[in-house]
């Protein structure tokens, strides 16, 4: 594990010094996942006012399983003074949140519809596909629907 540069302290803190290619993405992180063989940075963090750090891998991991990875658990993401719940604190921790996942999100588009192309190709040039393929393609559809949520 390699020690980022980062400013943040509290719960995001403490999940970025765990992980692995950590990179700042607008007022969040974007990072390597470490619940799944992550060969880019699908794991998206942020940090919101209330102090709590949220996380979310665009290839599906469940935030548990993440978290199991990296020897933490879900209260170690809440920071332990009580939670802003006004709705400006609701909003902002909201707005880290979006442009932290926008380039997880964007980045999960890229590999995924090509994986979906390329299905499609072989479908319009009257192939079928193998159990593996259609296996692949569905987790690809199910990505780029996590990934569109974000975005839109
Ligand atoms: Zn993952």
Do not use: Y
């Not at 803190?13 to 992980?19: F, N």
């Amino acid at each position: 594990m390699h020690a980022v540069p980062h400013s943040a302290v509290g719960p995001a803190g403490i999940l970025l010094a765990r992980l692995e290619c950590v990179r700042q993405s607008g007022r969040g992180w974007t990072a390597r996942c470490p619940a799944h063989k992550d060969r880019s940075a699908s794991l998206s963090i942020a940090e919101g006012r209330n102090g709590c750090a949220l996380v979310k891998c665009f290839a599906g991991c469940d935030v548990s399983d993440v978290l199991r990875a990296l020897g933490l658990e879900m209260a170690d993401l809440f920071p332990p003074r009580p939670v802003d719940t006004s709705p400006g604190g609701r909003a902002s921790a909201r707005d880290a949140w979006r442009q932290s996942g926008w380039s997880a999100a964007l980045g999960v588009l890229a590999r995924e519809s090509l994986i979906v192309s390329l299905a499609a190709r072989d479908l319009a040039d009257g192939r079928t596909l193998g159990d593996e393929d259609r296996d692949r393609l569905l987790q690809a559809l199910a990505r780029i629907d996590a990934a569109r949520e974000v975005l839109t």
